[in-house]
C-alpha cells in the first residue's frame, strides 16, 4: 500500500528565512502525482504546488518550489522568504493518477511556525 | 478558478437528527467529490468517494447508512449524517476532482459538526 511520511510534527522559521519541510513516500507505481497542501488556522485545504511524477523538472510556485528525487522517493517543499502568513499546516500527500482510484494518501502533517 | 464551497460551515444539532452538509464545485465540473472527516491536529481521513449518477464507494470502517453520500450533478454532492450522536462531532471536509484537470482535488472550506 502507498503510505506518505512527514518524519517533522513541528517546524519554526524566522521570518524572511528559507525553512524545508520533509517528505517521503512508499509507491511501486512509476507514474504518479504529488501534492503540497497548506492548512491555515481558517482550516481551508490551499493547493501550494503540485509535481508529475515523469516530469523531470521540480515544480515552482513563487516562493516554493520542491526537490523532487523519484529515486529516493522523496519530495521536499522548500519555502523561501517565509512570511507570518505561511504559518499553517501543511500536508504532503500522493495520487497514483491515470488507473488509479484518484484518492490522495496524506501524511499527518507538519506544523510550520514562522517567528516575525 | 477551482472553487469549491461547502454548507453550512458549522452546525449544531440534538443527538439523534439528521443533518446535511452540501459540497458544490463553484466554477468548474466535477465527475468525482470525496468526503474526508479530520480530527483536531490530525490529518485528513478519507471517507468516501463520489460519483455522478452512481453510488458511492465508502472506505473501510465507515457506515454507509449512517453516512449518506448523493452525487446528484456535476456540481454537487450532499453528505447526510443520520441519526448523529455526539462520537459524530468532527470536521467533515469535501474535494472536488475537475472533468479537465482530473488529477488534482480542490478542496471545500470545511463544515464543523457538534452533535448535543
Known amino acids: 500500500a502507498q503510505t506518505v511520511t512527514q518524519s517533522q510534527p513541528e517546524m519554526s522559521v524566522q521570518e524572511a528565512e528559507t525553512v524545508t519541510l520533509s517528505c517521503t513516500y512508499d509507491t511501486s507505481e512509476s507514474d504518479y502525482y504529488l501534492f503540497w497542501y497548506k492548512q491555515p488556522p481558517s482550516r481551508q485545504m490551499i493547493l501550494v504546488i503540485r509535481?508529475?511524477?515523469?516530469?523531470?523538472q521540480n515544480a515552482t510556485e513563487n516562493r516554493f518550489s520542491v526537490n523532487f528525487q523519484k529515486a529516493a522517493k522523496s519530495f521536499s517543499l522548500k519555502i523561501s522568504d517565509s512570511q507570518l502568513g505561511d504559518a499553517a499546516m501543511y500536508f504532503c500527500a500522493y495520487n497514483p493518477g491515470q488507473g488509479g482510484s484518484e484518492k490522495l494518501v496524506f501524511g499527518k502533517g507538519t506544523k510550520l511556525t514562522v517567528n516575525p | 478558478g477551482a472553487v469549491v464551497s461547502q454548507h453550512p460551515s458549522w452546525v449544531i444539532c440534538k443527538s439523534g437528527t439528521s443533518v446535511k452538509i452540501e459540497c458544490r464545485s463553484l466554477?468548474?465540473?466535477?465527475?468525482?467529490m470525496f468526503w474526508y472527516r479530520q480530527f483536531p491536529k490530525q490529518s485528513l481521513m478519507l471517507m468516501a468517494t463520489s460519483n455522478e449518477g452512481s453510488k458511492a464507494t465508502y472506505e473501510q470502517g465507515v457506515e454507509k447508512d449512517k453516512f449518506l453520500i448523493n452525487h446528484a450533478s456535476l456540481t454537487l454532492s450532499t453528505l447526510t449524517v443520520t441519526s448523529a450522536h455526539p462520537e459524530d462531532s468532527s470536521f467533515y471536509i469535501c474535494?472536488?476532482?475537475?472533468?479537465?484537470?482530473?488529477?488534482?482535488?480542490?478542496f471545500g472550506p470545511g463544515t464543523r459538526l457538534t452533535v448535543l
Open positions: 474535494s472536488a476532482l475537475g472533468l479537465a484537470v482530473t488529477d488534482t482535488q480542490y
Open positions: 466554477d468548474f465540473q466535477a465527475t468525482t
Open positions: 509535481q508529475e511524477a515523469y516530469k523531470q
